[in-house]
């Protein structure tokens, strides 16, 4: 129905007759979008908050759900210091460690990048605080994780910025996870009389003749209904993890899936482009590695692998060598996966293998953030995927192990290019085995220098009894049984989009607001580039500046419609 001269992503108001209005339109029903409509409503305005898929929680709903929040109240409770310059610095040299200069205004970022992470750190403390307040969050401090680079010098304050949920009902302090904190602000939502519909998956925006955003059209299985928006329409959608044709076109390497909330398509995208709006960072997003067989079964409830336990465990490339520190962030595992060899053309470790032996099966087993290795066979319980563990191969010897992955890799050609094992694998790994046991027998890795960081050592949960060089480190068993699963680059989600200003306001081309446009989360362009500050540096600014939104945009002053101006002028 959209008007001549339109892109099919916006209608004219003059087209629309609209079903129901609010101040307020809020699409999402992560962290980020009740944040905004939380803290909207709280600031008088009426809300209603509308989710694509049949449940609320997106994303989040999925997540551990940390959330990164500099200089906190927990830390100022205890006279912990955080100065803001020091924590600009932290991120700002990992935001852009090419250019990143403390003598620089900017310390080597964008100006917009600057702006953006300064108006982070400045409101991240008071949104937590409020939301608390209001009964939206229910924050528990997790002093003991670091953050992920706490051995930087920049970082001053490396112990206390993350905070976790409360396990919903739970006891003083139990934390929870995603769901929890979905929960929480479900209840304060419904307390603050927020109108929360499932199923309304929006593909438009209504404008008048000056491009001020109105309203959006939401389709359903009843069918279009169009909703007005008196004050302002604000966007927490979520990235574009499932688009596969926009991820291949946009990420810096191939990415075999991600663990993002299924209805995490890039819907915005189109529609702030054809409001003028200019994108940024689309090449960023939050990485991991996952199981090969989780990403291609795409199934809903996936998830990736952040935390990697075991010891006596590598991961090796198709030539059977090892090409990472196994127990690095995440984010900074993926890139290894992209490496590229010119002469053949080929990504060597485009599908990596993770192997391990019986001891760091029983050790280390469990399900805790997407820990492939699974349940020890003494356990029971679910893990991922509903406690499936069709993706671990078993075999008595090493040789045996290698047929059984290039067995799996054939399975796969259709979706890695016929990616496969290397005439040598077997041979390199036995002298990949052997050099890692000699590191482990010394307790210090000289390849990758595993197990040298505070966030290594959190990550590997707990050091086996005797162990007491080097907690990482233990040598590879000269008999089987062995284990194996195959690891490739994945997403918990993107995080590029429009480009939006310190109140949460889309900006088009020109740097200027778009009137009644607002964006948070990863729906919009992320001001950390590639980095990952920390666990819950997704979160942390995710729910700041929905906060940030949520206030701005019950501040604006209502917009007549088209029919209402044109009855004041007649009168």
């Given at each position: 129905?959209?008007l ?22 809020v699409?999402?029903?992560?962290a980020?979008?009740f ?9 008088g ?43 600009l ?7 852009r460690?090419?250019?990143y ?9 964008t ?8 108006a982070?750190?400045d ?5 937590i ?14 002093d003991?994780?670091p953050?992920?680079?706490a ?6 304050a ?7 949920p ?42 008048n003749?000056?491009?001020?955003v ?12 169009a ?8 966007f927490?959608s ?5 688009n596969?044709e ?15 909330a299924?209805?995490?398509t890039?819907?915005f995208?189109?529609?702030?482009q ?9 090449n ?11 990403a ?13 336990p ?11 060598r090892?090409?990472v ?28 293998v993770m ?34 563990t ?10 045996e192990?290698?047929?059984k ?20 694998f077997?041979?390199?790994l ?14 210090r890795?000289?390849?990758f ?17 005797g ?8 040598p590879?068993s000269?008999?089987?049984?062995y ?9 918990l989600?993107?995080?590029g989009?429009p480009?939006?200003d310190?109140s949460?306001q ?15 989360g ?6 950390s ?16 500046m ?13 917009r007549?419609?088209f029919?209402e101006?044109?009855?004041e002028?007649?009168?």
């Open positions: 129905m959209s001549s001269g339109f892109a099919t992503e916006l209608i004219h108001e003059s087209a629309v007759r609209f079903d129901d209005e609010a101040d307020i339109v699409v999402g029903s992560g980020g979008a944040s905004a409509a939380i803290t909207a409503s709280r600031h305005a009426s809300v209603i908050q509308l989710e694509k898929a049949a449940h609320i929680g997106g994303t989040t709903k999925k997540a551990a759900a940390a959330y990164w929040v500099p200089n906190n109240h927990f830390m100022r409770g205890d006279g912990r210091k955080d100065p803001k310059t020091d924590a610095k932290y991120m700002a040299r990992l935001t460690p090419a250019s200069d403390p003598g620089k205004p900017h310390l080597g970022l100006e917009w990048e600057y702006r953006m992470t300064e982070f750190y409101n991240a403390g008071l949104a605080e409020h939301l608390t307040e209001w009964g939206a969050l229910e924050p528990v401090r997790w003991i994780q953050d992920y680079y051995q930087m010098p920049e970082n001053k490396p112990y206390g910025r993350i905070i976790y409360h396990l919903f009902g739970g006891g003083v302090d139990e934390v929870g996870d995603g769901t929890d904190m979905i929960k929480v602000f479900a209840k304060a939502a419904e307390g603050q009389g927020i109108d929360l519909r499932t199923g309304h998956r929006v593909s438009q925006a209504v404008v003749d000056q491009q001020q109105l309203g959006v059209i939401a389709h359903t299985d009843a069918g279009s209904v909703i007005r928006a008196r004050k302002a329409v604000i927490a979520g990235g574009f993890t499932h596969v926009l991820r291949t076109q946009s990420l810096p390497g191939p990415v075999f899936g991600g663990c993002a299924k209805s995490n890039g819907d995208i189109p529609i702030a054809a409001l003028g709006a200019e994108l940024v960072n689309m960023g997003s939050w990485l991991a590695p996952m199981v090969l067989d989780r291609i079964a795409n199934r809903p409830d996936a998830t990736c692998s952040f935390s990697i075991g010891d006596s465990m590598i991961f090796v490339n198709r030539f059977g090892r090409v520190n196994e127990k690095a962030p995440y984010q900074d595992i993926v890139p290894t996966f992209w490496a590229w060899e010119s002469q053949k053309a080929e990504y060597p470790n485009l599908i990596l192997l391990w032996d019986e001891a760091t099966r029983q050790f280390h087993a469990g399900d805790k953030y997407g820990n492939p290795i699974g349940r020890a066979k003494s356990s029971g319980g679910t893990g991922p995927d509903g406690g499936d069709s993706h671990i191969l078993e075999a008595a010897t090493l040789a192990l290698e047929g992955l290039r067995e799996r890799l054939d399975s796969f050609a259709t979706h890695t290019g016929g990616f496969n094992l290397d005439g040598g077997l041979d390199n036995h002298r990949t085995i052997e050099r890692f046991n000699g590191f482990a027998e010394k307790g890795d000289e390849d220098h595993r197990g040298e960081t505070p966030i290594e050592l959190y990550f590997n949960m707990g050091a086996r009894p162990n007491d060089k080097n907690e990482t480190l233990w590879i000269s008999e089987g049984p284990y194996a699963t195959l690891l490739a680059p994945a997403t989600d993107t995080k989009g480009r939006t310190v949460a889309v900006l088009n081309r020109s740097g200027a607001p778009i009137d009644g446009l607002y964006a948070v990863n729906c919009a362009g992320a001001m580039g590639g980095s990952y500050w920390a666990g819950g540096a997704t979160l942390g600014p995710i729910i700041t929905g906060y940030v939104a949520g206030l701005n945009a019950a501040r604006q002053k209502s007549p419609t029919a101006e044109a009855a002028r007649s009168a």
